[in-house]
């Protein structure tokens, strides 16, 4: 069990374990994750460039021992997504797929998925790249319409739609900003400070809003910029995350089967094989 970097080991106990041992896990009312891009851990950690980002990883669960899967994007988006690469090795498209994934999961435990990507031209469009939008970062729509683990085209949307009224998300939200946006494109610290900026007007007032709502945030990278053996941030940030910093070590097929566990779904590929995050959780308050 790895233990919090700021916590006692009685505080974890206390916090990640009900009475008979059993790890306790929460089923937030929504999830949103982001996903950034190409920045190493210490690259964004402690920047003066990513205030807002640094601001939430005080407020939640920092994981100082995260790793993308591999180089490039496309199969990092794709592990996090199925919990397999699915045989790619590089940002090619078009692709399609018929493999487990969670947005299948989750509508087939009747619950909700949708995929926000910024500057996507219409819901349900399958093109390859077109500004700033890039399909190699939107793994969900290598699935839509397969014959199996289909996903509908209104799972695949604009950030445009991504509702102002929170009650109205899914039960899980994927949203992935345009290539400026992600902190793809540009040279430092421009390309952190824009990622930062976009990730507090966007999203800051979602995280304030969850606090009330039992909802929580993911903040993760696809991968880092190759000079940290692929560490990366991830955070989760709500109320039912006791903050610290954490070092289990964790890759995109963990933090994707945690999102699984918390809703009892079913399990893509090497999620099956990967260890929940259990450590993180605060107590239910007692009856």
Known sequence: ?????????????????LNNGVPHLPRPDHIVLVIEENHSYSQIIGSPDATYINELAAQGALFTQSFGATYPSQPNYLSLFS??????TDNSCPHS????NL???LLSAGLTFVGYSEDLPEAGSLICSIGL?????????NWQDSPTHGLPATVNVPMSSFPTDFS??????????????????GKDPEAIQNGDRWL??????????????NSLLIVTWDEDNK?????????????????????QKISHHNVLRTIEDLYGLSHSGASADAAPITTIWKLPPRP
């Open 168 to 185: 109205r998300l899914p039960t899980v939200s994927i949203v992935v900003p345009n290539q400026i946006n992600d902190m793809h494109h």
């Open 1 to 17: 069990m790895a233990l919090p970097l700021a916590m006692g080991a009685c505080a974890l106990s206390a916090a990640s374990t």
């Open 83 to 88: 919990g397999s690469t699915q045989g790619i």
């Open 200 to 213: 507090q007007e966007h999203l800051k007032s979602y995280v304030q809003w969850a606090q009330q709502h």
């Open 227 to 247: 000079n940290e053996h692929n560490r990366i941030v991830t955070l989760f940030i709500g109320p039912m995350v006791q903050a610290g910093r954490y070092d």
């Open 103 to 105: 947005g299948d999961a």
């Open 97 to 100: 797929f018929t493999t487990a």
């Open 133 to 141: 939008y890039a399909r190699k970062h939107n793994p969900w729509v």
